[in-house]
């Protein structure tokens, strides 16, 4: 599911499609993913990332550099019901954190968050979405769990990013947001299976870190599987205007 944001004039909502079919983009060839920077995410949040609002300046000033060169900014955003099957409260006696399965598949059972049309599931208020030109929803079937910006964690139903992506002519990604070791982690490990060159700016990233090290194991598998990892002072000298 998309959310077509343009301009300052965030009410107007379009389809990808017509994004697509309306924007001149031929040129494009690069697109900042900003993942999941929402309000419950965030302290204060009922799923707070230690010092998730810490990355929002520099998330936008990447926006504003993409987009000043043409590139598309585009953002994920958890999208749940309020029975959605990861969260504890809807399993008579689990806790949250604790491990289980849904749908067959293994599952951290989560604090109820990012539940849809609450203030929870916006975006951090001192994120720039205006410079967003869609955003991708996910997690929306309470049948599973939706960690990454492309697909369900079955990976049976896309939101349709990677489609969008090849028909904006798109072939690097650049992805940031939250959390590093899991929606960030899913989210890039599926960019890279559609076959588009990924880089991850890890100070522009925060983890869960359920385990203390979580966020550096999963740098460290995003790297090994191809994924370029650099902190945002190495990124992008030669083609993004300070």
């Known amino acids: 599911m998309s959310e077509m944001r343009r301009g300052t004039d965030l009410g107007e909502n379009q389809t990808a499609a017509n994004f697509v079919a309306d924007a001149n983009n031929s040129n494009i060839k690069q697109a900042l993913i900003i993942v999941d920077i929402q309000n419950d995410f965030c302290p204060g949040g009922s799923l707070a990332v230690t010092g998730g609002d810490g990355i929002v300046e520099l998330t936008n000033s990447l926006a504003e550099q993409f987009s000043a060169v043409g590139d598309l900014v585009l953002a994920t955003q958890d999208w749940h019901p309020a029975d959605h099957g990861s969260f ?17 598949l293994p599952q951290v059972f989560w604090p109820d968050h990012c539940i849809a049309e609450t203030q929870g599931a916006e975006f951090h208020p001192n994120l720039k979405a205006e410079l967003i030109d869609v955003v991708f929803r996910k997690g929306t079937d309470r049948r599973i769990d939706s960690y990454s910006g492309f697909y369900d964690n079955d990976h049976a139903s896309s939101t349709g990013l990677a489609e969008f992506l090849r028909t904006e002519g798109v072939t690097d990604v650049v992805v940031v947001g939250l959390a590093t070791d899991y929606c960030v982690l899913a989210t890039a490990l599926d960019a890279l299976t559609e076959g588009f ?20 194991q999963a740098l460290k598998r995003l790297e090994e599987a191809g994924v370029q990892i650099v902190d945002s002072s190495r990124f992008g000298s030669d083609r993004i205007v300070s």
């Open 197 to 216: 060159a990924v880089t991850v700016i890890s100070d522009a990233c925060r983890a869960v870190n359920i385990s203390p090290d979580d966020g550096r």
């Open 88 to 104: 504890a409260s809807q399993h008579k006696g689990v806790t949250v954190g604790e491990m289980g399965e849904l749908s067959g």
